[in-house]
């Protein structure tokens, strides 16, 4: 079974900014609708259901609180109807600035549960509460953001990385349980993206030696990442699951 875009009730965790925000507009513009989660981000995520129209609303909600999270669910259903897409996207707190990373010496436990209580944790209270409703409906697209670090780990960010390679694992293991239920789970990995809140500490020389590295010769936007996404929500992507598709220009062959 296959859903066009434009028919799909699309959650989007963590779109109040960055990424998350440019893949919310990317499914609004399909002319789906689209839930906005945040969690701290509240000025931004009405500003931007705001801009997008009466087939969106900002919902908050702490990923990492499942009971926080069925009641989100229930706000959705009330007010955009059962939701069949879900783009994992949110982030814990986060600065790409190379410099200023912790180490191995230096990392804390309670900095690397922080990353995968969002990225692992949250993944899993989000697909519990939206499968009852896509098994159902024997239909249902769960697209994760992991990145291309877990390929290639040119600046060891312990926490984060190790966070996205689990996410990785279990979107390949949701994937080979849900896809007799019609339910798709795959992952979208993007580089250094330019640029995003959590990129912003980036100096420029990092992204014009990324650029130079990559043939496309250009760093991947939040827009390009975006699109990327949409495809697994697509009729197109219909036959495919458990896969890990790279958008970084081309910088990683994965």
Known sequence: ?????????????????????AIARAFA?????????????????EALAAEMGPRTVAVQADIRDAAAISDMMGAITDTLGPVTTVVHNA???????????????TMSAQAMLAQHATAVLGALNVIQAVTPAMRAANFGRV?????????????????????KAALLAMTRTAAAELGPDGITVNMVSGGLLRTTDASAATPDAVFDMIAANTPLRSVT???????????????????VTGQNLIVDGGLVFG
């Not at 079974?1 to 925000?21: C, N, S």
């Not at 513009?29 to 995520?45: F, L, M, P, Q």
């Not at 707190?93 to 410099?99: E, P």
């Open 1 to 21: 079974m296959t859903t066009p875009l434009k028919d799909q009730t699309v959650l989007v965790t963590g779109a109040g900014r960055g990424l998350g925000a």
């Open 91 to 105: 982030l814990s707190d986060y600065s790409f600035n190379g410099d200023a990373r912790e180490t191995l010496g």
């Open 29 to 45: 513009r399909e002319g789906a609708k689209v839930a906005i989660n945040y969690h701290k981000s509240a000025d931004a995520a």
């Open 143 to 163: 697209v994760t953001i992991g990145t291309n670090l877990v390929q290639n780990p040119v600046v060891p960010y312990h926490d984060y990385t190790s966070a």
């Open 221 to 239: 936007t939040p827009d390009e990442a975006a699109d990327a996404v949409l495809f697994f929500a697509s009729p197109w992507a219909r036959a």
